[in-house]
Nanobody, 118 residues
Framework: QVQLVESGGGLVQAGGSLRLSCAASGSIFSTNTMGWYRQAPGKQRERVLV?????????NYADSVKGRFTISRDNAKNTVYLQMNSLKPDDTAVYYCYADTRYGARHWGQGTQVTVSS
């Protein structure tokens, strides 16, 4: 099992920045990738960014955040970060961290609310 704890959400004005953290514990040796989804009110969950633990490569799945959001990881701390700059009201959502293991399991964090005011 992999446990994920997110932090860093909150209320920010449009144009501001936030950094979300996702700390992993448990069977972290089995983790292949970690990333972030978000879910806005009334919308489906959307995959945002993914980081490969093995290669360090990252993939952006959401055109709406290109050039504004970046994902990074600190293997020593077993933590993945989502740096969000130039935030827009449309970025308002609950942000979920997830981890995929080499055994095909997906684990989720509890989610952290990000609210961007105009």
């Amino acid at each position: 099992q992999v446990q994920l704890v997110e932090s860093g959400g909150g209320l920010v004005q449009a144009g501001g920045s936030l950094r979300l953290s996702c700390a992993a514990s448990g069977s972290i040796f089995s983790t292949n990738t970690m990333g972030w989804y978000r879910q806005a009110p009334g919308k489906q969950r959307e995959r945002v960014l993914v980081a490969s633990i093995a290669t360090g490569g990252t993939t952006n799945y959401a055109d709406s955040v290109k050039g504004r959001f970046t994902i990074s990881r600190d293997n020593a701390k077993n933590t993945v970060y989502l740096q969000m700059n130039s935030l827009k009201p449309d970025d308002t959502a609950v942000y979920y961290c997830y981890a995929d293991t080499r055994y095909g399991a997906r684990h989720w964090g509890q989610g952290t609310q990000v609210t961007v005011s105009s």
